[in-house]
Nanobody, 124 residues
Framework: QVQLVESGGGLVQAGGSLRLSCAAS????????AAWFRQAQGKEREFVAA????????YYVDSVKGRFTISRDNAKNTVYLQMNSLKPEDTAVYYC?????????????????WGQGTQVTVSS
């Protein structure tokens, strides 16, 4: 099994920024699609952002476009989510995920590998 570990979450004031990191146990992101999902309290897990195998194509949920940026460093086996202009509604546990490029980008159930999650709390 591929092991994914998130870090970088915390408490931030609205309008602030955080950068989440997801480290893989092996060179997962060189050949797997990388994605971020989030799950707010009492809500279902939702898609946030993803990056294609080559890194040339990115995907975002409408609510974070222009504020969040997904990137990855294959040499470091790490995917990042830069979150700017954070809003209270961004509060959630954020999970990184990975799977082969043939799976659907925005569907959580199609990803086989998941991190443990990192809490992001945005105060108003």
């Amino acid at each position: 099994q591929v092991q994914l570990v998130e870090s970088g979450g915390g408490l931030v004031q609205a309008g602030g920024s955080l950068r989440l990191s997801c480290a893989a146990s092996r060179r997962t992101f060189s050949s797997y699609r990388a994605a971020w999902f989030r799950q707010a309290q009492g809500k279902e897990r939702e898609f946030v952002a993803a990056m294609s195998w080559s890194g040339g194509i990115t995907y975002y949920v409408d609510s974070v476009k222009g504020r969040f940026t997904i990137s990855r460093d294959n040499a470091k086996n790490t995917v990042y989510l830069q979150m700017n202009s954070l809003k209270p509604e961004d509060t959630a546990v954020y999970y990184c995920a990975a799977d082969v490029p043939s799976k659907r980008v925005r569907v959580a159930n199609d990803y086989d590998y998941w991190g443990q999650g990192t809490q992001v709390t945005v105060s108003s």
